[in-house]
């Protein structure tokens, strides 16, 4: 099926280079017809090909620090002025200095664990905030952001980010409601496999987690590719009453006990 978000318009952040999610996903909803603005925070996109990507497709790239209510507003002006209202979002966001700088759970540094909340978790409410009191969504639109698995079971390497994740997901919820009632814009965020990113792979032990999962999953894991594709269906009218909900896309990992690979490694 092609052109499932022809005539739609959106924001897409996050994207830094090929292996993102949010650039794979760019790519597919241009392919699908839709139309978007790229952004990214300032110090991001000087690290990353953000540029390359919107040429690709097209488009404009307008930077925005996701934490910045300032910056959120001027993003969605610039938006809505040139698209009108939106048709979907996606947030894909996310960054822990305790991560970064190998900071133990149990010894980790409280500024620095509010700046992973802010940037990995509220900032979603921000987008959202800002959304919803410009006004700038059309009826049955589509907001998403990105999660994973940790944000429901304890995955020491994943250190704070798993709390920032568990306030993403309640967030969605919340404000799904909220949105919801307003004008039927839907809501959701998607626990991706674990995916070789610039981010992912920045995780201490990620290479064994990765093929650990992989084992596990009775569909083996989810690629970015595959969750480009997931977030297309998310954005399209196919989904239009799918909200607030928590969306595993994770080839079964997230629902099996133990798998026969894992049993065979350990005989």
Not at 159 to 167: I, L, Q
């Amino acid at each position: 099926m092609s052109n499932l978000l022809q005539n739609k318009k959106g924001i897409i952040f996050g994207a830094l280079d090929e292996r993102s999610i949010a650039w794979k996903v760019a790519e597919k909803v241009h392919e699908q017809g839709g139309e978007f603005i790229l952004s990214n925070a300032p110090v991001a996109m000087r690290m990353g090909k953000i540029n390359e990507l919107a040429e690709k497709c097209g488009t404009t790239v307008i930077p925005a620090d996701a934490t910045s209510m300032e910056d959120l507003g001027k993003l969605f002006d610039a938006a809505t002025e040139r698209f009108g209202k939106l048709d979907f979002v996606l947030h894909s966001i996310g960054m822990s200095p305790n991560v970064r700088k190998d900071k133990s759970y149990t010894d980790l540094n409280h500024d620095w664990f509010l700046k992973t909340l802010d940037i990995s978790g509220l900032s979603f409410h921000k987008v959202l905030q800002t959304a919803y009191n410009k006004d700038a969504m059309n009826d049955w639109g589509s907001i998403l952001a990105l999660s994973y698995i940790a944000a429901q079971e304890a995955y020491p390497f994943y250190g704070d980010m798993a709390d920032a994740k568990a306030v993403l997901e309640s967030i969605a919820r919340s404000f799904g409601y909220h949105f919801g009632v307003k004008n039927k814009v839907r809501v959701n965020t998607i626990s991706q496999s674990p995916t070789v990113t610039a981010a992912g792979s920045g995780i201490s032990g990620f290479d064994k987690f990765f093929d650990f999962a992989d084992d596990m999953s009775p569909l083996g894991n989810a690629d970015a590719d595959s969750c480009a594709d997931y977030c297309v269906a998310m954005f399209s009218d196919l989904t239009r009453y799918v909200t607030m909900q928590n969306l595993f896309h994770d080839g079964g990992y997230s629902t099996t006990g133990i798998s026969s690979k894992v049993i065979d490694k350990w005989s």
